[in-house]
């Protein structure tokens, strides 16, 4: 890990007066740029080549001689071959001389690696540099781990295809789309073979990742992804905010699941096992009664991060859960960084951020709402890895 002291010499040489918000152009930048400007700052988007023209045209910020934003969000873009080239002497120095803090999505870790975000970005990253790899499932500290140890409801745990004895979903990676999911889902042994057999054959999986897959069994109960955030420089009020709550569209799934029993049961092989890339996002809100027991996940997730990975959670995080019919919740998986559907809420904010700031605040907003407070409190060590 690379050390604070490098991070904090770093940011001595910016003018707190000329911060910019930086993100890597995929996942909820546009969020992040949108908060941002509300905000008041400028915004920098490092793209890729040929998935660049959302942040390079389309959202492309426009200024007037005073500098008041006249249309769109991205104010400055840097193009680069690949993702991975982010992580490089030329890139990273331009992003110090900018004055960039950098917002750390799940694209940035997946597209630079983790190893180079954790070890050789040595730009000052606003969240929990030491708690992104996390996500990895399958590492000796992952997310599960960390569920266990702030004793955290999660899936039951399914060891070997032989024990399969109920509804059971198998995670891993898609072998074609090396960023996206694989899943699927199986009720038996007998099923799981099958599903599996037929999935390497039509490569969508492979047996390498098969053999590593996390399978748990699946709750039946809707979708919450529960957006928080956690301020190190909150005084006041509570520390941990309820931001808002989304719920994902699953490519192939979500069609699947739209068509009558009679066509599901005609489709051919080819589409008969779904996919579950995830491709967009909705708004939710859930009954007030389970408020409290969501608030009581994210307090025991904050103060594990404290005791685990020091200093612990900064800013955004999601706890993705599913509610069974006893009303208890379930995590699935966690973010411990800004979510992937806090685009469905830029501009018109959250339900609950709204209520509880008075105005329209996403998730993006309230990264930079902290932002400038760390730079008006002369505070901003407190805020960054």
Not at 214 to 238: A, C, Q, T, W
């Amino acid at each position: 890990m690379i050390d604070r002291e490098t991070i904090l010499s770093r940011l001595e040489g910016y003018d707190p007066q000329r911060i910019k918000v930086g993100v890597l152009a995929s996942h909820s930048a546009l969020d992040v740029c949108d908060g941002a400007v509300e905000e008041g700052f400028r915004t920098l988007a490092l793209c890729q080549e040929r998935r660049d023209s959302a942040y390079t045209k389309y959202f492309k910020a426009f200024r007037e001689e005073d500098g008041s934003l006249r249309r769109g969000i991205v104010d400055e873009t840097i193009t680069l071959h690949k993702f991975k080239e982010a992580i490089t002497p030329r890139v990273m120095d331009r992003l110090l001389r900018d004055n960039v803090l950098f917002i750390p999505n799940r694209s940035f870790t997946s597209y630079c690696g983790i190893d180079a975000v954790e070890n050789d970005f040595y730009v000052p990253l606003v969240g929990s540099r030491n708690l992104l790899r996390c996500e990895d499932r399958g590492g000796e500290r992952d997310y599960y781990w960390l569920l266990e140890k702030a004793g955290m409801p999660s899936p039951r745990k399914v060891e070997r295809p032989e024990d399969i004895d109920a509804l059971t979903i198998v995670k891993l990676h898609h072998k074609q789309k090396k960023l996206e999911r694989g899943f699927f889902t199986a009720s038996t042994p007998e099923e799981y073979r099958q599903k599996a057999e037929k999935l390497i054959r039509d490569q969508v999986i492979d047996e390498e990742s098969l053999a590593e897959a996390r399978m748990e069994e699946y709750v039946i109960g809707p979708v919450f992804n529960l957006d928080f955030f956690h301020s190190p420089l909150e005084e006041k009020g509570s520390r941990i905010e309820l931001l808002g709550i989304d719920w994902r569209f699953e490519s192939s799934l979500d069609g699947f699941v739209r068509l009558p029993a009679e066509q599901q049961l005609a489709l051919n092989d080819r589409q008969r096992i779904p996919e579950y890339t995830v491709c967009g996002h909705n708004s939710a809100t859930m009954r007030e009664s389970l408020l409290d027991g969501a608030f009581e996940l994210a307090e025991r997730f904050v103060k594990a991060t404290e005791r685990h990975f020091s200093p612990g959670m900064i800013g955004p995080f999601c706890l993705q859960t599913c509610v069974d019919k006893d009303l208890r919740f379930f995590i699935y998986d966690v973010a411990p960084r800004i979510g992937g559907g806090t685009n469905v809420h830029m501009s018109v904010g959250h339900p609950y951020a709204n209520s509880l700031w008075r105005r329209s605040v996403s998730t993006g907003r309230r990264l930079a709402m902290e932002i400038g407070r760390a730079v008006r409190e002369e505070r901003v060590s407190e805020i960054v890895t």
